[in-house]
C-alpha cells in the first residue's frame, strides 16, 4: 500500500502557466487540457468510437487536423467524410489488423510538428506507451490518456509497468 501510495503522489496535478480549457462532449470524450495549441497542427486520437466532438473542437478552434484510428465497425459519416479514419488498433504490433503509434504518426506526421495525442484503447495503453519512441513523447505538446484498469495496481506486475509508464512520462 505505500508503494500505491507513492505511485498516486505522481498523479497529482501540477500548476502551470496555461489556462486549462474543456473540449469535446460534457461526459465521456471530453477533456479539460492545457490552452497550449500555438503551432500544433496536428492530433492523434487512438481509440475514439463514435466521440469525435474533441476533435471537431480541436479543428474549429484551432485549425488542428486529427488523424483517427479505431479497430471498431465506424459507421458515423461525420467520422468517415471529415477525417483521416484508419481501422486499425494501436498495439504494439503492425499487421493487417494493428498499427504501432510510432507507424501511425511516422506515416502521417511527415514534417514531425508538435502534436496533441489522444489515447482510449480499452487497456493497450500500456504497451503503446511503453513503446512510444522518444522522439514521439518529446513531439507530444498534450498528452491525453484514459488508463484502464487500475483497480489492477494490487497485482505488482502491473503496478511496475504503470509506475515505469508514470516515471517516463514524468
Keep these: ?7 498516486i503522489k505522481k498523479m497529482r496535478p501540477v500548476i502551470i502557466n496555461k489556462k486549462l480549457i474543456r473540449l469535446g462532449d460534457d461526459n465521456d470524450g471530453g477533456y479539460v ?8 497542427k496536428f492530433c492523434f486520437s487512438a481509440g475514439v468510437g463514435n466521440l469525435i466532438k474533441f476533435e ?7 485549425n488542428i487536423k486529427s488523424f483517427l484510428c479505431d479497430f471498431n465497425n465506424i459507421k458515423n459519416p461525420r467520422i468517415i ?8 488498433k494501436i498495439t504494439s504490433l503492425n499487421n493487417d489488423e494493428n498499427l504501432t503509434l510510432n507507424r501511425w504518426i511516422k506515416n502521417k506526421n511527415k514534417n514531425k510538428n508538435e502534436f ?8 493497450s495503453e500500456y504497451e ?7 522522439e514521439n513523447l518529446e513531439k507530444t505538446r498534450i498528452l491525453i490518456v484514459e488508463f484502464h484498469s487500475l483497480r489492477d495496481l494490487r497485482n505488482k506486475a502491473f503496478y511496475q509497468i504503470f509506475n515505469s509508464i508514470l516515471d517516463r512520462l514524468l
Design 56 to 62: 471537431e473542437d480541436c479543428l474549429k478552434k484551432f
Design 81 to 88: 467524410n471529415h477525417f483521416d479514419f484508419t481501422k486499425k
Design 116 to 123: 496533441v495525442l489522444k489515447i482510449d484503447i480499452e487497456g
Design 1 to 7: 500500500s505505500k508503494d500505491i501510495f507513492k505511485l
Design 33 to 40: 487540457v492545457p490552452n497550449d495549441f500555438e503551432d500544433v
Design 128 to 134: 503503446t506507451l511503453l513503446n512510444i519512441s522518444d
